[in-house]
């Protein structure tokens, strides 16, 4: 568990150093998750109210879409990360975690951003809720 800003900071770090991102194109018959990026609000598909079980691994990909440039930034030439906190209805049970974004599609809709999130058993570790941000820096 990152605990510190400095962790943080330092994580994100190796994140970008070792991550090379793979320019492909993603299935265009999933649903999306859809990022507005001038409200920070994601749009969550009706289909995704529930998402996996205890231990599922690999066993479900999310797909989210966002505006390729933001403030004239090619959001694609930075490393993009999904933060998530997975914790169970009393907070007494708590995972957290960092998934490197690997994968983005740049063709498939103009001016838009496709990736995805292959949920692995870091984020199904509790019964209860996953909370995420995407970040790119």
């Known amino acids: 568990m990152i605990t510190e800003p400095s962790e943080f900071r330092q994580r994100l770090q190796e994140i970008q150093n070792s991550v090379k991102i793979t320019f492909a194109h ?9 990022i507005d990026a001038n409200s920070r609000e994601i749009n969550i598909p009706f289909e995704f109210s529930f998402l996996g079980v205890i231990g599922d691994h690999k066993a479900e990909t999310i797909y989210f879409e966002i505006d390729r440039y933001f403030d004239d ?3 694609s030439e930075h490393t993009c990360v999904i933060q998530f906190v997975n ?9 957290e975690g960092l998934y ?3 994968t983005m599609d740049i063709d498939s809709l103009d001016g838009k951003i496709i990736f995805g999130w292959n949920i ?11 909370h995420f941000s ?4």
């Open 120 to 130: 692995m058993n870091d984020a199904t570790q509790i019964a209860g809720d996953i």
């Open 26 to 34: 993603l299935p265009s018959n999933e649903p999306r998750f859809i």
């Open 73 to 75: 930034v090619d959001l």
């Open 87 to 95: 914790k169970d209805s009393e907070n007494k049970n708590i995972n």
């Open 134 to 137: 995407i970040r790119f820096y």
């Open 100 to 102: 490197p974004v690997t």
